[in-house]
Each structure stands twice: as structure tokens, then as C-alpha cells.
């Protein structure tokens, strides 16, 4: 990797676009780069299967969140995607049977009816901004099957205040004295607003629901203060929307993109739901649909990058790590390493259909090890049915000669609008 005068640079270069960044220094470096920070500790970018699996799976006990989530943390605080140790443990003891594989089928007819209900709205040969159609969507069906909560109202309002979170959480991982602490990000300019948006719409749920069923629980169990059940709740809205969205707007660029891809889905859809609306067993019938939304997280996987700090010195496959370094094992290089991933920047859904050739973790968009996503099952049978629901009455065409600007901070997506026309098939 780069020596200590070279990093600052690549160091200036991460905070204003860690993506494009990461993937200039594994182009440059390779796939293991140490690159030095402060005085005497690094930061690691792993990008082989074989790295996640030592990070995330074999050796996770000697792994943390990284420092990088600390602006994140001190928004989410103790919620799920960012406690550690024994409050974490809790917390995804009471939350994880709803999202358990049978229980989850349940959800099923309240994300179909949303997504039929949101492409009814759509006027026909409009274009319109599929990002934030679809984060609507989303956000309104985990309103719905969670909390009881009618939220799709809020959708407009929520994703500005996670656009301004998002930036501040690169900008504020740079920061020097860079904290958890929620305070310091309330008198940030612009995101103060967007804290209290999302403080109000949290504080809305845990009153005014007419019971969702995970709300309950967390209720009732008994085991959450107050803060931290609006720590949950908050958890589970953001990360339970955003990145299903962006999954999904990725899906409709790329089908637009490559329309043989799209007649076969379409064909798929066309046969299995005979002009009727799927249900929660149709899945198991739509592999093609299920292949592209697979393809798709492998090139623009929401959740890009995965980050731990070293408690301990480890050795991850042959890449010496002292105790204190941050490592990074992204999905979205692990996903394009041409060590494993043939034409890696080729879009090819069949590589997901039938018998998987590529080793365990080159392919992890919901990440791995006890930390795994907790929603992964709802957000693939949510996608999958969001997409035939969608493609079974109506086509989206990008809108031509639009470049579609990305965008990865937190998640990757599309920056901005995403203008897409939509007509009724
Ligand atoms: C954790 C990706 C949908 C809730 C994670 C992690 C990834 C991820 C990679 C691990 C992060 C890490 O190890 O640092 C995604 C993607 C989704 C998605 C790509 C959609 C396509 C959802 C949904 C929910 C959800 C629908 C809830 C309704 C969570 C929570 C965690 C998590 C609570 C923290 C789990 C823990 O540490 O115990 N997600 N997720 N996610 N996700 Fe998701």
C-alpha cells in the first residue's frame, strides 16, 4: 500500500468519495492494501472471499464494529445494527424470531398490496423519479408489517434527513475527535432538522401504531428502556427501507438496461401469476426474478462496504493485522474480484440460477458471521414480490440520454432522482 505522506492523500480522497476510492487503491494495490493513519495504526482494504469469511465468520470474536460507525452510532445508539456485546445480544434475541424465515411469509400480502397500490398511482407514459417511488414503497411496507404504521406520508421528509445523514456520517468519520455522541451531530447545520424528523416520526410509531406486531414485542418484552426502543425502532425503519430500495432501483436500471433480461422476467411473471397478483409461495417459481435481484446486489450492493476494528492482532489470510487496525472487506470489490467473479462487471443473472460456482463468501450482500443482516429474508421474499408485483402491470424505461450519478456513503444508490418513464404493459 501507500507509504505515510501518499496516504494523506488517499486519506483526503476517501472523505470526499470512498467508493470510486476504494476501488482506485485495490486497482492500484491490489487486493490486500494496508494504508497508515495517525501515528502508528492502519487501515486494511481486504477484497477476497477468503478475507470476509477470516473477518466475519472464523475469527469474529476478535472483530468490532469499526470507528467509521461512530456518526452512525450516535444516531442509531443502541439499536441492533450498531450496539455491541451483551446489549446487542439482547436485543437480537427479541427481534429475530419476527424476521424468522416462516413468520416472514406472513408479510407477504401487505408488501404485494403496497407495491400494487403504489404503481396504480403511476400516470401512465410519465416519467418519474423511481428512487423515490420506490423508497415510499418500502418505507411504507415496513411501516405497515412492523409497526402498524401508515408512513409512506413521511417518505419525502425521511429520505432528505437520511441524504444529510449520510454525508455527515463520511464527513464526520474524518472529523478529528470524531464521537458517538449524539449532541455534537444535532448542532451539525442541516442534519440538526433531519435528527428531529426522525426523532418525531420514531416518537409517532411507538405512540400513535395500531399495534404492529414487532412493536409489541420490543414492548413487551421488557428488556428495552426507552431510549433504546426508539433506538430499535429508528434501526429498524432505516436500515429496513433504504436499502431495499436502492436494491430496487438498481434492479429497474439494469432491466432497463438490458431488455433481454427484462422480456425473459416479464415472461417468467406472465407464466407464473396468470394475471394474478403473487403470493409468498410463488417465489420458489420465479428464479429468473429472483436471479437478476441476485445479480443486481452483486454489482450495486446497498450495503457496500463492511467495516470492523482488530481487538487483537490476527492474521487474515496471510495479511498480518495488529490489534487496533480498522479493516474493510467490501462487498462491492469482493463482488467485482475477477479472481472469482468471471466478466465481473458483466451483468449475468444466470450466474445465479441453478448450482452457485462461486466460493461462499465472494457473494455477500447481506454481509456474514452473527452479525449477518437480520432482515435478509424479508428484504429478499419484500424485493422479489415488490418486482413481480411491479413487472407484472407496468415497465420502466430510464429516461434517454439521463446518466445515472452514483452515489455510496452508508449505502450505495442512485444520487438524486432516478427518472424513469413508466408506461402500463
Ligand atoms: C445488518 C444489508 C435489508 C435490518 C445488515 C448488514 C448488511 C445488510 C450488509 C451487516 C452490516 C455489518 O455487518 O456491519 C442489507 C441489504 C438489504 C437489507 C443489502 C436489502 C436489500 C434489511 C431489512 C431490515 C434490515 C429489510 C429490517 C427490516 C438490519 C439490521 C441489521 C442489518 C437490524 C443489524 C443486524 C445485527 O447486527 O444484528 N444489513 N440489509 N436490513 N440489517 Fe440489513
Given at each position: 500500500g501507500p507509504g505515510p505522506v501518499e496516504a494523506v492523500r488517499w486519506w483526503g480522497r476517501m472523505a470526499r468519495s470512498p467508493l470510486d476510492t476504494y476501488g482506485a487503491l485495490a486497482r492500484r494495490y491490489g487486493d490486500a492494501v494496508r494504508v497508515p493513519f495517525g501515528r502508528n495504526r492502519a487501515f486494511f482494504l481486504l477484497s477476497r472471499p477468503e478475507h470476509a469469511e477470516r473477518v466475519l465468520v472464523a475469527n469474529q470474536d476478535n472483530y468490532v464494529k469499526a470507528f467509521t460507525y461512530r456518526p452512525l452510532r450516535a444516531v442509531l445508539g443502541d439499536g441492533l445494527l450498531t450496539s455491541e456485546g451483551g446489549t446487542w445480544r439482547q436485543h437480537r434475541r427479541v427481534v429475530q424470531p419476527v424476521f424468522a424465515q416462516r413468520h416472514v411469509v406472513g408479510f407477504a400480502s401487505q408488501m404485494v398490496d403496497t407495491a400494487a397500490k403504489t404503481a396504480e398511482r403511476w400516470p401512465d407514459g410519465v416519467a418519474l423519479d423511481a428512487a423515490g417511488e420506490l423508497r415510499r414503497l418500502t418505507l411504507g411496507i415496513v411501516g405497515r408489517a412492523l409497526f402498524g404504521s401508515e408512513l409512506e406520508g413521511e417518505a419525502e421528509k425521511t429520505g432528505r434527513a437520511l441524504e444529510a445523514l449520510q454525508r455527515a456520517a463520511v464527513v464526520g468519520t474524518f472529523l478529528p475527535g470524531a464521537t458517538a455522541k449524539r449532541g455534537v451531530y444535532q448542532r451539525v447545520p442541516g442534519l440538526g432538522g433531519a435528527l428531529v424528523h426522525l426523532d418525531g416520526m420514531v416518537q409517532r410509531v411507538v405512540k400513535g401504531s395500531s399495534g404492529g406486531e414487532l412493536l409489541n414485542l420490543l414492548k413487551e418484552s421488557g428488556r428495552f428502556s426507552e431510549t433504546e426502543l426508539r433506538d430499535e425502532v429508528l434501526t429498524l425503519l432505516l436500515a429496513g427501507h433504504e436499502t431495499t430500495a436502492a436494491s430496487l432501483a438498481w434492479t429497474f436500471m439494469l432491466l432497463s438496461k438490458y431488455p433481454a433480461a427484462r422480456d425473459r422476467l416479464e415472461d417468467e411473471v406472465d407464466e407464473v401469476l396468470q394475471g394474478r397478483e403473487p403470493k409468498a409461495e410463488d417465489v420458489d417459481r420465479l428464479p429468473w426474478t429472483k436471479a437478476v435481484l441476485s445479480e443486481a446486489m452483486r454489482l450495486y450492493p446497498p450495503a457496500w462496504t463492511i467495516e470492523r476494528d482488530a481487538l487483537e492482532d490476527d492474521e487474515v489470510a496471510g495479511v498480518r493485522v495488529p490489534a487496533g487496525s480498522t479493516v474493510a472487506v467490501p462487498p462491492y470489490l469482493i463482488h467485482r474480484n475477477a479472481e472469482v467473479w468471471p466478466n465481473p462487471e458483466g451483468f449475468q443473472?444466470?450466474?445465479?440460477?441453478?448450482?452457485?460456482?462461486?466460493?461462499?463468501?465472494?457473494?455477500l450482500p447481506f454481509g456474514g458471521g452473527r452479525r449477518i443482516c437480520v432482515g435478509a429474508g424479508f428484504a429478499m421474499l419484500e424485493a422479489t414480490l415488490v418486482l413481480a408485483t411491479i413487472a407484472r402491470t407496468h415497465r420502466l424505461d430510464l429516461v434517454p440520454g439521463v446518466t445515472v450519478p452514483v452515489r455510496a456513503e452508508i449505502t450505495f444508490r442512485p444520487a438524486g432522482a432516478l427518472p424513469m418513464r413508466v408506461v402500463r404493459r
Open positions: 443473472p444466470e450466474r445465479f440460477m441453478g448450482e452457485q460456482k462461486h466460493p461462499r463468501y465472494a457473494y
